[in-house]
């Protein structure tokens, strides 16, 4: 009869369930990691939208390859990246000319690439920069072509 007893009064502690106090702090846990989580998820899409200007700027590397070889030289600082769309009317006109994009890419921000010729860095090439993150072109989160790798 002592064990029916103890397994009713087992049986109805543990149909009580928790109680709010107990909730609240699961509750609360959760939140924190799911703060946590969201914080670092944030490092993680801006480590990949620099990663996918990179990426972008590769392509503009060889779509300006592309031109030089067709036209005979880069697009000047004028002409820019309007180049690989339009075929320029500006001096100095290439001898020959390819469309190399139907419209130019934006960069991951939603903004468009800077061109350069001759590049700031390095002045016997051309630079594509990416004003990075704060979308403010000369600070220390733009992205060039002449970075190192």
């Given at each position: 009869m002592k064990v029916n007893n103890l397994k009713r009064a087992r049986g109805v502690r543990a149909a009580r369930g928790?109680?709010?106090?107990?909730?609240?702090?699961?509750?609360?846990?959760?939140?924190?990691?799911?703060?946590?989580?969201?914080?670092?998820?944030?490092?993680?899409?801006?480590?990949?939208?620099?990663?996918?200007?990179?990426?972008?700027?590769?392509?503009?590397?060889?779509?300006l390859e592309a031109y030089r070889v067709v036209a005979g030289m880069y697009p000047s600082q004028n002409q820019g990246l309007q180049a690989l769309v339009e075929k320029p009317t500006s001096a100095p006109e290439p001898r020959r000319w390819r469309k190399q994009f139907k419209e130019l890419p934006k960069d991951p921000w939603n903004e468009d690439f800077i061109y350069y010729y001759p590049g700031k860095q390095d002045p016997t090439t051309y630079e594509i920069v990416s004003k990075g993150s704060d979308m403010e072109e000369g600070t220390d989160d733009d992205i060039s072509s002449q970075d190192p790798k």
């Open positions: 928790f109680s709010l106090l107990e909730m609240v702090i699961v509750l609360g846990i959760i939140a924190l990691i799911l703060g946590a989580a969201i914080q670092f998820s944030g490092g993680i899409m801006d480590m990949g939208r620099d990663t996918a200007a990179s990426a972008k700027m590769n392509e503009f590397t060889a779509k």
